[in-house]
């Protein structure tokens, strides 16, 4: 069975860190592409970052380009975002993705094809 977990999501005050994790199993993690998602009730849910397979580039939303970093551990299955200097605007639920298909992660939401449930994230101000 396929599974991505997230975990990581709080409550945390502008300024602050959290480093979020996505924890899969149930597929070839290596062979995979993965991207962090967010979204705001009512809004549509937008890229944030993704990473390759094999070189691991990494590619960032302008919003966050800077202060987010996406990662991950091929022997541990689990990709991370570590995000720092948060702002109330970052405040969405985070959903991680992975993608098979050919070339760089892509953009469009609908060729992952797998998803986590997502995690809470909230920034006060």
């Known amino acids: 069975e396929v599974q991505l977990v997230e975990s990581g999501g709080a409550l945390v005050q502008a300024g602050g860190s959290l480093r979020l994790s996505c924890a899969t199993s149930g597929f070839i993690f290596n062979d995979y592409d993965f991207a962090w998602f967010r979204q705001v009730p009512g809004e549509e849910r937008e890229g944030v970052a993704c990473i390759s397979r094999g070189d691991e580039a990494t590619y960032y939303a302008t919003s966050v380009k800077g202060r987010f970093t996406i990662s991950r551990d091929n022997a541990k299955n689990t990709v991370y975002l570590q995000m720092n200097c948060l702002k109330p605007e970052d405040t969405a639920v985070y959903y991680c993705?992975?993608?098979?298909?050919?070339?760089?992660?892509?953009?469009?939401?609908?060729?992952?094809?797998?998803w986590g449930r997502g995690t809470q994230v909230t920034v006060s101000s």
């Open positions: 993705a992975a993608d098979h298909s050919q070339g760089p992660p892509p953009i469009q939401q609908y060729l992952y094809d797998y």
